[in-house]
Nanobody
Framework: QVQLVESGGGLVQAGGSLRLSCAVSGRTFSTNFMGWFRQAPGKEREFVAALNWWSVGSTYYADAVKGRFTISTDNAKRTVYLQMNSLKPEDTAVYYC?????????????????WGQGTQVTVSS
């Protein structure tokens, strides 16, 4: 099993920044991709960003966050980060960290195997 624990959410004004962290423990060697997803009230969960633990530079972003968000990892700490800059009110959501065992990229939440409990991000206008 793999355990994921997110932290770093909070309330921020539009234009501000937040950094989310996802601490990964357990059978981490069995995972290849780490992703961030979000779900706003009344909306479906959507892909935000993903990376491959083992391939530096293999990062993927949703169009809505490209150029504003950056996903990164500290492999030694088994932690994945989501740096969010230039935040907008429409970025308000619960953000989830997820892990995928397969070695190919996917932006589909149902293709990720492990999930964290989520952290709330609220952006005020």
């Amino acid at each position: 099993q793999v355990q994921l624990v997110e932290s770093g959410g909070g309330l921020v004004q539009a234009g501000g920044s937040l950094r989310l962290s996802c601490a990964v423990s357990g059978r981490t060697f069995s995972t290849n991709f780490m992703g961030w997803f979000r779900q706003a009230p009344g909306k479906e969960r959507e892909f935000v960003a993903a990376l491959n633990w083992w391939s530096v530079g293999s990062t993927y972003y949703a169009d809505a966050v490209k150029g504003r968000f950056t996903i990164s990892t500290d492999n030694a700490k088994r932690t994945v980060y989501l740096q969010m800059n230039s935040l907008k009110p429409e970025d308000t959501a619960v953000y989830y960290c997820a892990a995928r065992r397969a070695s190919t990229y996917s932006g589909r939440g149902n293709e990720y195997d492990y999930w964290g409990q989520g952290t709330q991000v609220t952006v005020s206008s």
